[in-house]
T-cell receptor
Framework: DQQVKQNSPSLSVQEGRISILNCDYTNSMFDYFLWYKKYPAEGPTFLISISSIKDKNEDGRFTVFLNKSAKHLSLHIVPSQPGDSAVYFCAARVSNSGYALNFGKGTSLLVTP | KAGVTQTPRYLIKTRGQQVTLSCSPI?????VSWYQQTPGQGLQFLFEYFSETQRNKGNFPGRFSGRQFSNSRSEMNVSTLELGDSALYLC????????????FGPGTRLTVT
């Protein structure tokens, strides 16, 4: 069963505006959440992570918000740039499971000029 | 530092055959994980190796196996290939101080005919 869900397969945003990518999860044992970006013919690239004990983490244009009560996290990209066009994956780690990550199926972001 | 490398990049095999894929992690990284990516299931965790020991295993049949060598390089093997094994196989490495972020290689595209 899919424990990490990204319900929007695609998203289109204008350059300069905010991109918001959403992710829902079902497993209460997740203790770390990560976002990855993937371009065609390349492996996923780590973007940003957040521990389950926090509710926000920022890194430059990228901010991840975690709402544990709703089992929901989101990635905000501000401002969006055409180079941000890629597939974004949400991933989560079960506590004490080493580096085994559960991935969502991804959201394809298109940033138009 | 050189990134994660995977060989070969592309492979075509026939049903019933076996295949071995190779992964060289980033220098200093001791954890290597393998994932299978398919259009229908997304990215699914296969197994993780740390210091030559399998630390975690995903929900895949025993036809999928792996190992890690003393230099942290890893191989995964799939025996008795099935059509459904056609996928992109991704290797990722991590260092123990990271917040569970993993660095991915470009993947090996396996096609089973």
């Amino acid at each position: 069963d899919q424990q990490v869900k990204q319900n929007s397969p695609s998203l289109s945003v204008q350059e300069g505006r905010i991109s918001i990518l959403n992710c829902d999860y079902t497993n209460s044992m997740f203790d770390y959440f990560l976002w990855y970006k993937k371009y065609p013919a390349e492996g996923p690239t780590f973007l940003i992570s957040i521990s389950s004990i926090k509710d926000k983490n920022e890194d430059g244009r990228f901010t991840v918000f975690l709402n544990k009560s709703a089992k929901h996290l989101s990635l905000h990209i501000v401002p969006s740039q055409p180079g941000d066009s890629a597939v974004y994956f949400c991933a989560a780690r079960v506590s004490n499971s080493g580096y085994a990550l559960n991935f969502g199926k991804g959201t394809s972001l298109l940033v138009t000029p | 530092k050189a990134g994660v490398t995977q060989t070969p990049r592309y492979l075509i095999k026939t049903r019933g055959q076996q295949v071995t894929l190779s992964c060289s992690p980033i220098s200093g990284h001791r954890s290597v994980s393998w994932y299978q990516q398919t259009p229908g299931q997304g990215l699914q965790f296969l197994f993780e190796y740390f210091s030559e020991t399998q630390r975690n295993k995903g929900n895949f049949p025993g036809r999928f196996s792996g190992r890690q060598f003393s230099n942290s390089r890893s191989e995964m093997n799939v025996s008795t290939l099935e059509l459904g094994d056609s996928a992109l196989y991704l290797c990722a490495s991590s260092w123990t101080g990271a917040a569970y972020e993993q660095y991915f290689g470009p993947g090996t595209r396996l096609t089973v005919t």
